[in-house]
């Protein structure tokens, strides 16, 4: 099946090399281009994409308004949106995980990679590797250590397995690098976590990681401490 993308930033050129690398693949098409975040909530509406690669920064509606109008549409359940940001320092792209955002990419990009994170997003995992989440959770996130945690009762619903598979996720760790720590299969491992996202009403893999802090399961590390006051 051909994955469809909507683009969306306000720069015309960029949008322009972003469809150029991602068309010279045999399975992603892009079937339309937005010029600020009014413009791609309604192409998400009427196209339908299986992944909007949204720019933060853009005039009238920036890319974290279009991203939680997108993400907040139960009619666009099976669209994903994938923030194009500098994620290790932007504190746009921690509002963008409470928006419902699947990724972050830098506009530096390449073809390859690029490519790859659009098809990890559309498959309903989460593009942020294990140092970028746990900077991202402990500098915007989580709460400081020592506090309490929000609606730890949430976690009640899963089972002792599935909140050990959901701790596992929150330190940024893929299906398959879990499944070789645990010493179970990845189907085994996506089982779980896919259990424990339906009960937490989770849209994605990132809302999995937020859910995890901010209910105690996960906590602020003392090198993450570290990093969050230097």
């Known amino acids: 099946m051909t994955l469809t993308v909507l683009l969306a930033d306000d720069q015309a050129l960029l949008r322009g090399a972003f469809r150029l690398l991602l068309e010279s693949t045999d399975d992603i098409t892009v079937v339309g281009e937005a010029g600020d975040g009014r413009e791609a909530v309604r192409l998400a509406r009427e196209l339908r994409p299986g992944v909007v690669v949204m720019d933060v920064r853009m005039p009238g509606t920036d890319g974290i308004a279009a991203t939680a109008e997108i993400c907040a549409d139960p009619e666009l359940r099976g669209t994903r949106v994938m923030v194009l940001t500098t994620y290790e320092t932007d504190e746009n792209v921690a509002q963008a995980l409470r928006a419902g955002a699947s990724g972050f990419v830098g506009k530096g990009i390449g073809a390859e990679d690029l490519a790859d994170a659009v098809r990890t997003v559309a498959e309903g995992e989460t593009l942020l590797s294990p140092a970028a ?33 959901v701790a596992l996720v929150a330190t940024g760790l893929s299906n398959q690098e879990i499944a070789e720590r645990m010493v179970l299969s990845p189907f085994t491992v996506r089982a779980h976590v896919q259990r424990a996202m339906t009960k937490l009403e989770a849209r994605d893999r990132a809302q999995l990681v937020v859910i995890a802090y901010r209910t105690g399961l996960a906590r602020v590390t003392p090198e993450d401490e570290a990093g969050r006051s230097s």
């Open 133 to 165: 989440t746990r900077s991202l959770v402990a500098r915007f996130l989580a709460a400081p250590a020592g506090a309490p945690p929000q609606d730890a009762g949430r976690l009640a619903v899963l089972t002792p397995r599935e909140r050990e598979m």
